[in-house]
Nanobody
Framework: QVQLVESGGGLVQDGGSLRLSCAASGRTFSSYGMGWFRQAPGKEREFVAA????????YYADSVKGRFTISRDNAKNTVYLQMNSLKPEDTAVYYC?????????????????WGQGTQVTVSS
């Protein structure tokens, strides 16, 4: 069982930056691939970024590539999402998720555990 708690969301202006954190419980965090997803009002949940269990592989949605960076600190049981050059279209609830295969994955259905989400709002 893994419990995930996101933090770091908030209101930021167009072009600003935020860093999201996701703290995981349990001693097996380093065995999980981790992902960030987001869901805007009226839209389906979409993939943002993922990272493999040791951080050697990262994956990004085309819409955030070059602006967002996913990273992890296994000693702190935490995964991060650094978001730069934010745009109003990045406004959404952001969720972190853990998948037991350890590879990281673009598909939400591959993930076993989800956090409660944190709101990110980018004003124009």
């Amino acid at each position: 069982q893994v419990q995930l708690v996101e933090s770091g969301g908030g209101l930021v202006q167009d072009g600003g930056s935020l860093r999201l954190s996701c703290a995981a419980s349990g001693r097996t965090f380093s065995s999980y691939g981790m992902g960030w997803f987001r869901q805007a009002p009226g839209k389906e949940r979409e993939f943002v970024a993922a990272i493999s269990r040791r951080g050697e592989r990262t994956y990004y949605a085309d819409s955030v590539k070059g602006r967002f960076t996913i990273s992890r600190d296994n000693a702190k049981n935490t995964v991060y999402l650094q978001m730069n050059s934010l745009k109003p279209e990045d406004t959404a609830v952001y969720y972190c998720a853990a998948e037991s295969l350890g590879w990281g994955n673009r598909e939400a259905g591959r993930y076993d555990y989800w956090g409660q989400g944190t709101q990110v709002t980018v004003s124009s």
